[in-house]
């Protein structure tokens, strides 16, 4: 199931960079930037000798609105690629291995523990990721009926997810295409009987998911960029023949863009969209993933969104966040034009807390639909 603020994301593009830039040089490990004497973990990061501990806050409401979790990660270095293009050598550094860890607790009592891999065959030019969880959550989903209009209802998920990601680089360019692969066994409880919008084989089941992935990522930095575009596709199909207790199509694709407006002004616009084809489980259904907006709130057979936001570098190390976004969740594309448009907006801050790796951290405040919420940032609120 996606938590969106775990940012596991975040912790494995760190122990990457983390690792490539690794000293075999001891040093004294220091929390000030050289060059201005300011807090920077930078360098504690470089010289952590493959072992990063990543503490992390989940701040997403519908778990309750605070948690916190603990990472460990181990790094392995590897060697770069070395090709050989019009005669000219060219290498090209190669994200370590990892190997980590994840357990985490939240103030409505889920709970979470995790292991993961990630790593490179170098001669194939193939990246890989693989990981599985064992996860108790507890969750409200929401429903409309007609007659008495939306519902609130509270479930608890006992689920076991495994995952496989394998991508090969195409050609020299930015492009990555590939396989991905996910598990997912599920135990649903509810103290009442069954809504409607719930089937009974939805109470004890196994999603079995293999599909294609695409990619292309130039960004100029994986934390917080100031240019550069990230495009993605998924297509996973869920069938028997998998072991899948579930026959359905998702359709997954997004796509970030940031620009640098001034020296000290950068842009960004996101557009998001999933689609389910056929029957899911009622608890992957696609949902709006907004700032404000609760996971799983506004939940259809497919979704659209799009945000823009602004980061003013106002001085240095510090930034003022301005961001907004509308989306809209529906069953059929014909459903498009009289469903609810669920808008948000919001600002935050950011501090430039490890210079040398661009990596930015701060805190947001958005208002949406119902409430306001708040979100502890690492790098930029647009992972996937």
């Known amino acids: 199931m996606h ?37 920077d973990l930078s360098d504690y990061i470089i010289d952590a000798n493959g072992f990063v501990p990543v503490p992390i806050i989940i701040t997403e409401p519908a778990l309750g609105g605070f ?8 790094l392995k270095r590897r060697p770069p690629y070395v090709d050989t293009i019009d005669g000219k050598v060219i290498r090209t550094p190669v994200a370590p291995d990892i190997t980590g860890g994840l357990g985490l607790y939240t103030v409505n009592g889920t709970w979470m523990l995790a292991g993961f891999r990630s790593g490179t065959f170098i001669k194939s030019r193939i990246k890989y990721m693989i990981g599985g969880a064992y996860a108790n959550v507890n969750m409200s989903f ?32 930015h492009w990555y295409v590939g396989l991905k692969y996910l598990f997912l066994k599920t135990d649903v409880n509810y103290t009442d009987s069954l809504p409607s919008f719930v089937k009974e084989k939805d109470k004890n089941s196994i999603v ?4 294609a992935v695409l990619e292309l990522d130039n960004r100029d930095n994986v934390f917080t960029p100031n240019k550069g575009v990230k495009v993605h596709f998924d297509a996973l199909r869920s069938d028997n023949i998998f072991g899948s207790d579930y026959e ?20 960004g616009w996101r557009i998001d969209g999933q689609q389910a084809l056929q029957e899911p489980p009622f608890y992957l259904l696609p949902y709006i993933d907004m700032r404000g907006v609760p996971a799983a709130r506004y939940q259809g057979k497919a979704d659209i969104l799009t945000e823009l936001e602004a980061r003013w ?6 930034s003022i966040m301005f961001f907004g976004g509308t989306g809209k969740a529906f069953d059929e594309w014909s459903d498009f034009g009289p469903a609810k448009w669920v808008t948000t907006f919001g600002t935050g801050f950011r501090y430039l807390v490890a210079r040398k790796f661009g990596l930015r951290m701060g805190v947001d405040i958005a208002h949406g639909p119902d409430t306001w919420a708040y979100y502890i940032v690492f790098g930029s609120n647009w992972l996937k």
Do not use: C
Request: aromatic share 18%; hydrophobic share 40%; no cysteine.
């Open 3 to 39: 938590i969106r603020y775990i940012k596991i994301l975040f912790v494995l593009i760190l122990a990457s960079y983390a690792g490539a830039s690794y000293s075999q040089q001891k040093k004294k490990i220091s929390l000030k930037d050289s060059t201005d004497g300011k807090l």
């Open 67 to 74: 948690g916190v979790g603990l990472v460990p990660v181990f």
């Open 142 to 173: 929401y429903h409309t009926f007609k007659e008495v209009g939306e519902k609130k209802f509270d479930f608890n998920f006992r689920t076991i997810p495994l995952f496989l990601q394998m991508t090969k680089r195409i050609g020299f360019s």
């Open 208 to 211: 079995s998911q293999l599909g």
């Open 248 to 267: 359905y199509w998702k359709l997954n694709y997004y796509t970030y863009m940031y620009k640098q407006i001034s020296p000290k002004l950068i842009g």
């Open 313 to 318: 570098d106002f001085i240095h190390r510090w």
